[in-house]
């Protein structure tokens, strides 16, 4: 239904920071809760973090709140990942997923997902 394409990811050292983006393709960008999720080599698939329609409620992985915040800019069709004080744990490919359903935080109620980014952080 929505087209998906994350960009940003690079090889950073241990305390650095990075921006992950997520350009959506279609005219209903709006009507998506977005979420980010990651999933780092012989592990499975993590929920990172999501963000409403409107932009005005966050949700966060223990593992991330504090370090990263999720945003949108739902003009542009795209959705943002900040991370700061990364950890080489944080090492994963990173994929941007949207959805029209209401578990914002389970992989499986996800409709559609881009192809990710590689985050490798460095100690």
């Known amino acids: 239904q929505v087209q998906l394409v994350e960009s940003g990811g690079e090889l950073v050292q241990a305390g650095g920071s990075l921006r992950l983006s997520c350009k959506a393709s279609g005219r209903t960008f709006g009507s998506y809760v977005m979420g980010w999720f990651r999933q780092a080599p012989g592990k499975e698939r993590e929920f990172v973090a999501a963000?409403?329609?409107?932009?005005?409620?966050?949700f966060y992985a223990d593992s991330v709140k504090g370090r990263f915040t999720i945003s949108r800019d739902n003009a542009k069709n795209t959705v943002y990942l900040q991370m700061n004080s990364l950890k080489p744990e944080d090492t994963a490919v990173y994929y941007c997923?949207?959805?029209?359903?209401?578990?914002?935080?389970?992989?499986?109620?996800?409709?559609?997902w881009g192809q990710g980014t590689q985050v490798t952080v460095s100690a």
């Open positions: 963000i409403l329609r409107s932009g005005a409620s966050t």
């Open positions: 997923a949207a959805t029209q359903g209401y578990f914002y935080t389970r992989g499986d109620s996800y409709d559609d």
